[in-house]
């Protein structure tokens, strides 16, 4: 049973942030309690938890709650190191890889998930994520680009398998960087893990060009970690 020497995630299932998170979990084999949250506004339970913040996700151990992503991965790499899953003398490289697929890829991953499945969103998500990020929410637009951010997709897609490709030449090729699966495979499977779920028929029609990075993508995908328990809002807060 959660309490306040548990980790507690509060996420939702879609989340393709949150599933960075899960996925260091699974591969550090953690205990762990979570909380499924709305996906927008209000989250009556989880705003008093941190101060107003309302993105997901966040991580909660006892009283101690951290906000963003990249927070949350350096707080259970410092108090969990064993499995490590930063790679030591590629700090670096990993900012870098987490600043390109939370960029530029992500961008791109929203315009072709949303150009096929936006006349489906909820007006009720539209508006709320216009007001998260105070621009339109385009459907429209994002369709009109929605074949070129295929194309781009699509070679952001080929760069891990020419990464892969060249370790593999090096004796890897399991892995992004070295043998085991480290803090950049965590940053790099969160477009593919969202597009896989969001559009599976265009994920598998890029695979097909990019082998290696099906493989890498299935092995990750396959690491069971431990199931976690779900615990209510309620519960959350009291342990806070």
Known sequence: MADARSIILHEYPA????EKVRLTLRLKNLAYARVEQPSIMPKPDLIPL???????PVLQIGADIYCDTAIILRELEARYPMAALKLPGHEGIAQMVAGWTDGRWFQSSVAVIFGEIGDNVPEAFIKDREQLSGRPFNVAGM???????????????ML??????????????LYLIGAKPGLVDVHAYMNVW??????????????????????????????????????TSAQAVAIA
Do not use: H, N
């Open 143 to 157: 369709k009109a680009v929605a074949p070129m951010m295929r194309d781009q997709w699509r070679a952001r897609l």
């Open 15 to 18: 989340s393709p942030y949150a």
């Open 160 to 173: 891990l398998e020419e990464r892969l490709a060249g370790a593999r030449g090096a004796g890897g090729g």
């Open 194 to 231: 969202w597009m896989k779920q969001a559009v599976p028929a265009f994920a598998d029609a890029c695979f097909e060009s990019a082998p290696l990075t099906r493989a890498w993508y299935d092995r990750l995908t396959e690491v069971e970690g431990q199931t976690p328990e779900t615990i």
């Open 50 to 56: 941190t101060g107003g913040y309302r993105r997901i």
